[in-house]
């Protein structure tokens, strides 16, 4: 039986509680603020399944923005997303953290750094764990190197006191690493810097930075892949788009899947040959060009797929309408599928299927130009070639045997 919901200590109609729960996630009532389905639900008595519940009933009307393939509640403002994390970290009410947080809110321009909050739950980790107050962490490179030492046996030895922000605890070289780089930028902000190439606890080096620089498949592996994807799902298929697509463009996750579906042709003068150029947004580099970034795509049978998902009025490059999160999962599960055919069985393979894609890709081209590193760093959407070289593009031996031999 459904529970009856009351409004101001009076039994409702169902018109009265659908404008009421909107207006709480909007913020357009009585609250000066949006409120989360979970707080609009404490805020009613009832479970969030209730509240999901009518919400589903504005879909179709002009209460909730409607998509094709989910509801989208209302997004929430940074301020509202601080005043909620506000409310579990007590380390924000520190003067010394307050005005940090000010420059993490507004650093890029007026705008949030991204995983502002990841940075702030780190500071309070360690904190917490050395029972220190913030201060304590700015007195001098000594002694802030001597807490992250005694931070880091702590982790080690499972002991660390997390803070809560809920977020599943990472592996142990990782979790340190990032309470390091946020002590860092904390003591930064107060003048007190690190060089770089500093070695030490304080180390700056990225963790496995040019560990995977290897990744990728050969031409042979490469056309084993493309017949069982053929076979197996179709060439005018998600999967066939998602590898190849994520192949030619070097698009990480989130750029490949918002990818509009829309494309220039370019033939050559040269050989006749049509490429199709597309634009995808990379806003880890969105400092550069704001994250837009020119992709290629030549391979004929790559255009085909895109061509037949246009003529069905596709919008992105991937049919599929799954929510992000399951899609993640599913083409996941399949690239994984396509690995193990190929008997790619290593770690990277594995546990970062679609990223994956991006070190094939860097190969992929950079044989096609000789290994142009200028010209693929383009390419494929990298802010400079020594990123390139140093994490995907390592020439394999077989290149360098033809070059030297």
Not at 245 to 261: H, K, Q, T, W
Request: with cysteine; aromatic share 10%.
């Amino acid at each position: 039986m459904r529970p009856h919901i009351r409004l101001k200590k009076k039994r409702a109609t169902e018109d009265q509680i659908i404008n009421e729960i909107h207006n709480l996630l909007h913020g357009t009532g009585s609250r000066p603020y949006p409120l989360t389905v979970t707080e609009t639900a404490k805020v009613l008595g009832v479970s969030r399944d209730t509240i999901y519940r009518y919400v589903k009933k504005m879909k179709g009307e002009s209460k909730i923005l409607k998509t094709r393939d989910r509801l989208v509640l209302p997004k929430l403002s940074e301020g509202t997303k601080f005043r909620q994390f506000n409310k579990n970290h007590p380390i924000t009410g520190d003067p010394l953290v307050t005005e940090w947080i000010d420059d993490l809110l507004t650093r890029k321009g007026g705008s949030p750094l991204k995983h502002w909050d990841r940075r702030i739950c780190c500071l309070e980790t360690v904190c917490n764990t050395c029972k220190i107050e913030p201060q304590d962490l700015i007195v001098s490179h000594r002694r802030t190197e001597k807490i992250m030492r005694t931070f880091a046996k702590f982790y080690t030895s499972g002991n660390a006191v997390q803070s809560k922000s809920g977020s599943k605890p990472t592996g142990l070289n990782t979790g340190i690493y990032t309470r390091v780089q946020a002590v860092r930028d904390f003591c930064m902000f107060y003048n007190l810097f690190w060089q770089k190439g500093v070695t030490g606890i304080m180390s700056q080096k990225v963790l496995g930075h040019g560990k995977y620089s290897d990744i990728r498949l050969t031409d042979d592996e490469l056309q084993r892949a493309d017949d069982y994807i053929k076979e197996k799902w179709g060439l005018d298929s998600d999967v066939y788009r998602w590898f190849w697509v994520g192949i030619e463009s070097c698009a990480r996750f989130d750029a490949l899947y918002n990818m509009p579906l829309e494309f220039t042709k370019s033939v050559s003068k040269k050989s006749g040959k049509t490429t199709y150029i597309m634009t995808a947004i990379e806003t880890k580099t969105d400092h550069i060009r704001g994250g837009k970034w020119l992709k290629y795509i030549s391979r004929k049978d790559t255009q085909t797929s895109l061509d037949l998902l246009k003529s069905r009025g596709g919008q992105r490059i991937h049919e599929n309408n799954m929510i992000k999160y399951k899609f993640t999962k599913y083409i996941s599960s399949q690239l994984k599928q396509i690995y193990k055919h190929l008997g790619k069985q290593a770690y990277y393979f594995q546990h970062h299927p679609s990223h994956a894609l991006r070190h094939i890709g860097a190969h992929y081209w950079l044989s096609k130009t000789d290994y142009n590193y200028g010209l693929i760093a383009e390419i494929g959407g990298w802010n400079n070639m020594d990123e390139l070289k140093k994490s995907y593009g390592q020439i394999p031996p077989e290149k360098i045997l033809e070059i030297i031999e």
